[in-house]
């Protein structure tokens, strides 16, 4: 299976590839995961990824959306 690159923006400049986001427990273990486009914001994947887990939730602050 191949998957075009596309085009994203960070902090330090624009790249090419896949972002991978993970989210863990208190215990350091995997609780899910996402892989997103380049291009796809991460605030917008977090709010998928912590749907329907009841947690506290700490990020920094590339996170903060309204």
Do not use: P
Not at 2 to 31: D, P
Not at 51 to 57: P, R, V
Request: aromatic content about 8%; glycine content about 10%.
């Amino acid at each position: 299976m191949q998957q075009s690159l596309s085009r994203g923006k960070s902090s330090i400049g624009w790249f090419y590839g896949c972002k991978l986001l993970i989210a863990m427990n208190q215990l350091g273990e995997i609780a899910c995961s996402a892989l997103s486009n380049g291009h796809v914001a991460d605030i917008k994947m977090v709010e998928h990824l912590v749907d329907g887990l009841e947690a506290k939730l700490y990020a920094d602050r590339c996170y903060i959306s309204q």
